[in-house]
């Protein structure tokens, strides 16, 4: 029996009882991205820090850019999925990009900046 789970980042696969013995029981941990650097001139820049219990990006758009428009266009461009369609706001939120997409999407002129997601917390006294 085959069982696969997936969480976050991480893909659990458990071989269970194959062939009327135990196998294997491994997990992957998430691995940070690569950084490439980008083939333009001025790339726009990519802030903060990846932290594998916050996955994902955003792009943030320069001022005066159509959103869902250039939302639009750029998934279509560089073959991603938005997560969290913030286009109205300025920006939009993708879980997954491979290291190539997030050094194209910083050339592309649309964009003011690509932050990785992060953790935040709040506490009071």
């Not at 990519?46 to 250039?70: E, H, M, R, S």
């Amino acid at each position: 029996m085959f069982t696969q789970r997936r969480s976050g980042f991480c893909n659990l696969a458990i071989l269970v009882f194959a062939c009327g013995q135990f196998i294997l029981c491994a997990a992957a941990a998430p691995q940070k991205p690569e950084v490439l650097t980008p083939a333009c001139k001025n790339p726009a820049p990519l802030q903060g820090q990846w932290n594998p219990d916050a996955a994902g990006y955003f792009a943030i758009f320069k001022d005066g850019v159509d959103g869902p428009k250039t939302t639009d266009l750029l998934m279509k461009k560089h073959g991603f999925t938005v997560e969290g369609d913030l286009s109205l706001t300025g920006m939009f939120f993708v879980k997954a990009l491979t290291p190539k997409q997030i050094a194209a999407l910083r050339c592309e002129p649309q964009i003011r900046l690509i932050e990785h997601n992060g953790v935040a917390s709040v506490s009071g006294k």
